[in-house]
């Protein structure tokens, strides 16, 4: 099967996940363009390690294209050329995602001087800034390491289709532990075991993918209409939300305050669903996974939309 990326052979080599904004022309010399939908994810072999691009493709129309860009990524680099409104809701996003590694590509430096003062007291206020060309910024991404979200098997998924004479396949990215051919796992929001026919990087079959890794899955076990965005592989059982005590306790930037009783977008773990909070009472729409204690909410009344945590208890 052919999925758009490969591999070099390594188990040891090293992979990163980079959240790309505004930055088309940039990443487009860097990387050769893969999977394509609301997420644009291109990819780049070299002897230094596979590197994954995700530009959210459909944002500012679509929130979820943001959120759903950013939470894979080890690292994040803005163009910083343009500040804008639509930056300034990317930067919150970054923030309550807690991406504190990053660039703005800029050589303006009042541009710089504006974006110190934006991004100081944020998850950003250690971002540098880069002002070279894109073959040059190759040396800095060498310097960054991918750090797992979770210590067990943990795979994302984003993009899933059915393969002839291969059958089901999901895209994702290993976000902790490890993930091994005909290794079994549990399916989040399904809660059903499948199993790993065989593992892909870049094009080439590999009997593990290591936490950091981008890989194309044969699942055994389940039909492609099943699947969906944001769920979960994992070796551990899964626990979720659906009703729960919950404070909403929102960013700084929140221009207007919130009622006791409101409607928010869970804007988390790849997934966007539909929930109420009244009166520290917090309801969604179909039940979440519960992968931390709090989780990213979005306010589409509210400037910017994308603007709180909910925490759960």
């Known amino acids: 099967m052919r999925l758009g990326f490969s591999y070099q052979g390594s188990d040891k080599i090293k992979n990163l996940s980079i959240f790309a904004y505004g930055l088309d022309e940039f990443t487009r010399v860097l990387s050769k363009k893969g999977t394509e939908s609301d997420i644009t994810l291109s990819n780049r072999k070299d002897d230094n390690g596979i590197f994954t691009f995700l530009t959210p493709s459909r944002f500012p129309e679509k929130v979820s294209s943001l959120t759903d860009s950013i939470y894979p990524s080890d690292i994040a680099i803005l163009n910083g050329d343009h500040i804008s409104k639509d930056l300034g809701e990317v930067i919150v996003a970054l923030d309550l995602?807690?991406?504190?590694?990053?660039?703005?590509?800029?050589?303006?430096?009042?541009?710089?001087?504006?974006?110190?003062?934006?991004?100081?007291?944020?998850?950003?206020?250690?971002?540098k800034f880069f002002s070279?060309?894109?073959?040059?910024?190759?040396?800095?991404?060498?310097?960054?390491?991918?750090?797992?979200?979770?210590?067990?098997?943990?795979?994302?998924?984003?993009?899933?289709?059915?393969?002839?004479?291969?059958?089901?396949?999901?895209?994702?990215?290993?976000?902790?532990?490890?993930?091994?051919?005909?290794?079994?796992l549990n399916l989040s929001y399904i809660d059903k075991k499948v199993q790993i026919k065989s593992i892909q990087m870049h094009d080439e079959d590999v009997d593990s993918a290591d936490s950091g890794s981008r890989v194309g899955l044969a699942l055994k076990g389940l039909e492609?209409?099943?699947?969906?965005?944001?769920?979960?592989?994992?070796?551990?059982?899964?626990?979720?939300?659906?009703?729960?005590?919950?404070?909403?306790?929102?960013?700084?930037?929140?221009?207007?305050?919130?009622?006791?009783?409101f409607e928010f977008f869970v804007s988390d773990e790849m997934r966007y669903q539909r929930g109420m909070l009244d009166r520290g009472k917090a309801s969604i729409q179909t039940k979440f996974l519960k992968l931390n204690d709090s989780f990213v909410v979005s306010i589409l009344q509210r400037t910017p939309r994308i603007c709180g945590r909910m925490k759960v208890s």
């Open 97 to 127: 995602m807690k991406k504190t590694s990053g660039y703005f590509i800029t050589g303006d430096s009042k541009n710089i001087d504006i974006l110190r003062s934006i991004t100081k007291n944020t998850s950003l206020s250690n971002y």
């Open 132 to 184: 070279g060309n894109p073959m040059e910024f190759l040396s800095e991404l060498n310097t960054v390491e991918h750090k797992p979200m979770f210590s067990n098997t943990t795979v994302m998924i984003d993009h899933f289709f059915k393969v002839k004479s291969v059958g089901v396949v999901a895209l994702g990215f290993v976000l902790g532990g490890k993930v091994e051919k005909h290794q079994e």
């Open 224 to 261: 492609v209409e099943e699947l969906e965005r944001g769920m979960v592989l994992s070796d551990h059982e899964f626990n979720y939300v659906k009703e729960f005590d919950g404070k909403f306790e929102p960013h700084p930037s929140l221009k207007q305050p919130v009622d006791d009783e």
